[in-house]
């Protein structure tokens, strides 16, 4: 059983029902426009990083390597997954029902893009060391 407010009327309704109301009311897009600023703020600082990397390493004469970076950002994609589902059901940390944050997801995605130069400048420092 649940109360939800829908155009100033309070309706108690059961979880079906409240699964409906919210899927009527939220599409991802629109929680992706409605995110905070900081998730922005982070997504872009990743997305430009990983950019920056590329073009140095590509700079230096490094192939492009985009079926290994999309492979990494795949499996990664799944590994955040399982850990966001052991998380919130082990109470690691809380969402707010029907308040996920959906700039999280791409977000995961550009960090481990970001990542994968990384991990690629640092083995090409090491060997020249």
Known sequence: MCVCVQNGTVASTSRNEEY??????HSSAMEIL?????????FFAFLS??????????????QLEAKEQLSLALIGMVVLSLMEIFAVSTNLWHYVPGDWPM??????????????QLLKLTESVIRKI
């Open 49 to 62: 990083l990983w950019f920056a990397l590329t073009a140095l390493r590509r700079s230096k004469g490094h």
């Open 20 to 25: 409906a109301f919210k899927a009527r009311n």
């Open 103 to 116: 700039m999280l997801w791409p977000t995961y995605f550009a960090a481990i893009l970001f990542g994968f």
């Open 34 to 42: 409605q995110s905070g600023q900081s998730w922005y703020i982070l």
